[in-house]
């Protein structure tokens, strides 16, 4: 790609000679501006699937609140009534949470918090939707339509936990999910303990990132499938990210002290963090793809401790 420079030699690093750069975000999120094409067919597929259905939900990832909301979505909802729920608290900060909570409610929006693994939120679920529709449910009673459910669509970006959710609230495993992006191919109806009908749907990204960040951040938590990523690339700026925001639980959990990481760059610190995890090759460097394995992993779930990338917008404003 033009003008794009690997942050550290392909080859073996020779002492002195080539000094390894700091990877810029910029270049990152060019790596991954895609859209392929089944979920360009998908998009399309839920602007039909609307017609069908009284409400969406809107899943997404408690940890990218922003990243992980697509930006076209009212416009892909119109004026359809729907309910946002902030998915996997179980791996987001408690503290960044409550500020989100705060947040949602001081903009007057409905937010639900939801961990499909706790169980989180998940009771709020139906009497939310309920309750957002429930002047349409009226005109049914009054219609005498007894056994017409509502029926709700649940939308959001890949790997975000739809097909996980509607699990839960069915209580038994009726759509396939996995620890992947990309699960879910086709729309599957669900109907739920008669109360409600859902439409689980593939996920969706958008097709270009307006902030370059946000094709970072969807990479971190697992949105994008890591096989079309460098993931060394995206480990060492996860490294970086994450010294940034949380450099105590980062250091503890690999045994580097505060002080000897105040003065690395990204990458020697992603280094040593191989190091200290003893993946090595021969010659005594660090094995940079099993220390991006380990350190996605990782972070993916929350071994290196509950962590929110994204602060709501008063916070991020004073750089929080
Ligand atoms: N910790 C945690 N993991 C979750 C939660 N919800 C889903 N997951 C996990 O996230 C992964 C993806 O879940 P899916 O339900 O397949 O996600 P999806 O949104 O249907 O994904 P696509 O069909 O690919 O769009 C699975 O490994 C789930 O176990 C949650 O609330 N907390
Ligand atoms: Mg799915």
């Not at 990218?64 to 009534?81: A, T, V, Y």
Request: charge should be positive.
């Amino acid at each position: 790609m033009a003008g794009y420079k690997p942050y550290r030699p392909k080859k073996k690093k020779t002492e002195n000679i080539f000094k390894p750069q700091e990877i810029p975000a910029r270049e990152v999120s060019k790596v991954i501006q895609w859209f392929p094409g089944h979920m360009a067919k998908a998009k399309r597929e839920i602007a039909q699937s609307l017609s069908l259905v009284d409400a969406a939900i809107e899943l997404c990832d408690a940890r990218i609140p922003i990243s992980s909301r697509n930006p076209q979505i009212d416009e892909i909802l119109g004026s359809k009534p729907s309910l946002l729920i902030l998915n996997k608290t179980s791996l987001s900060d408690p503290e960044s949470n409550m500020r989100w909570k705060e947040y949602y409610k001081s903009i007057g929006k409905k937010a639900i918090f939801t961990d499909c693994i706790t169980g989180e939120g998940i009771n709020d679920i139906i009497p939310a939707i309920r309750e957002l529709l429930k002047e349409k449910l009226a005109r049914f009673e009054e219609k005498g339509m007894i056994g017409r459910l509502p029926r709700v669509m649940i939308i959001g970006i890949t790997n975000s936990g739809k097909s996980t959710l509607v699990n839960k609230l069915a209580g038994t495993r009726r759509a396939k999910a996995e620890n992947r992006p990309g699960v879910t191919r086709e729309n599957q109806w669900v109907t739920i303990k008669s109360s409600i009908e859902l439409l689980d749907t593939p996920g969706i990204l958008w097709p270009k990132f307006e902030d370059e960040r946000t094709g970072l951040r969807l990479a971190y938590t697992g949105a994008i499938r890591d096989e079309i990523l460098d993931r060394e690339d995206i480990a060492v700026s996860l490294c970086k990210t994450l010294y940034k925001k949380y450099p105590r639980e980062l250091c503890e959990r690999y045994k580097i002290s505060l002080e000897e990481a105040e003065n690395l760059m990204p990458y020697e610190l992603f280094e040593l963090i191989g190091k200290n995890r003893g993946f090595l090759v021969s010659g005594g460097e660090t094995d940079y793809a099993r220390t991006s394995v380990m350190l996605l992993d990782e972070f993916r779930s929350a071994k290196i401790g509950r962590m929110t990338l994204e602060e709501p917008p008063e916070r991020q404003a004073k750089n929080l």
